[in-house]
């Protein structure tokens, strides 16, 4: 009989955060309403200002790449070849402030779709450090 004290969670151990999280569906989830968010929610403006007229272009390559990033399919990969993050982002004005918003949305969007605690801390963490990089102009 196993001591439940020793007992680990295997999902946070074996599984890749996109299966953890719960595939596909999960995901496209997820940019759904990280896009409605910024859509819809006065607080993203500087961020939602960044993006083209509509979100649905921006909705479909985010898909893509987080699917990959994340451990699944490589369907950015397979579109446009290595995303190349920085380069990618360089015509848009990105500060503090659109970072900061960016991961807000994404931090809210992902508690309100339900995210793991666990895997929300992790993907924070990792989002963090990727939208850092993607800043291109102080403040």
């Known amino acids: 009989m196993p001591d439940s004290d020793l007992e680990v969670d295997q999902t ?5 955060p996109f299966e953890w999280l719960g595939g596909e569906p999960a ?5 759904e309403r990280f896009y409605d968010l910024m859509d819809l929610e006065p607080g993203y ?7 083209g ?12 790449f987080l699917c ?6 490589d369907h950015y990969v397979e ?16 500060g503090i402030r659109e970072r900061d918003e960016w991961l807000a949305c994404m931090d809210q969007a992902m508690r309100e779709t339900g995210v793991d605690e666990a895997l929300r801390q992790r993907l924070n ?13 102080r403040g």
Request: aromatic content about 12%.
């Open 68 to 73: 990959g990033w994340l451990g699944g399919p």
């Open 125 to 137: 963490d990792s989002f963090f450090q990727t939208a850092d990089f993607m800043r291109n102009r």
């Open 27 to 31: 995901v496209h989830a997820l940019v």
């Open 45 to 51: 403006t500087a961020v939602r200002a960044t993006h």
């Open 79 to 94: 579109r446009f070849g290595h995303p190349r993050l920085r380069m990618r982002h360089l015509p848009f004005s990105i």
């Open 53 to 64: 007229r509509t979100l649905r272009e921006a909705r479909a390559k985010l898909f893509w």
């Open 12 to 16: 946070s151990v074996t599984a890749t």
